[in-house]
């Protein structure tokens, strides 16, 4: 059984930045994630896929208001995704959740939020104006 635990979440003011973390612990076999992907869910809305990167370091891009923004990053020894986000706005206020699957690549495979099989607790990410 795949545990995903995501870190690194806080409040920032416009602009600011912040990395988040996670981690695949337990028993994780790495065929587990082979897919791994950041969703996040402000409130109010539906949980909305905003990147996903492959062992093979594909990224699949869900979200295009992030681009240039964010920036994803995987360690495949270390079973780990970090997700760099700069120059925040109120607009990325959300519950960040971490994902992932055996399906690869990630964009041929995994479309939204129903596809991922793993999912971690979140971390929340506030921006202030």
């Known amino acids: 059984q795949v545990q995903l635990v995501e870190s690194g979440g806080g409040s920032v003011q416009t602009g600011g930045s912040l990395r988040l973390s996670c981690a695949a612990s337990?028993?994780?076999?790495?065929?587990?994630?082979?897919?791994m992907a950041w969703f996040r869910q402000a409130p109010g809305k539906e949980r909305e896929g905003v990147v996903a990167i492959d062992i093979d370091g594909r990224i699949t891009n869900y979200d295009d208001s992030v681009k240039g923004r964010f920036t994803i990053y995987r360690d495949n020894a270390k079973k780990t995704v970090d997700l760099q986000m700069n120059s925040l706005s109120p607009e990325d206020t959300a519950m960040y959740y971490c994902a992932a699957d055996r399906r690869y690549p990630c964009g041929r495979w995994l479309t939204d939020k129903y596809d991922y099989v793993y999912w971690g607790q979140g971390t929340q990410v506030t921006v202030s104006s």
């Open positions: 337990g028993n994780a076999d790495k065929r587990d994630t082979f897919c």
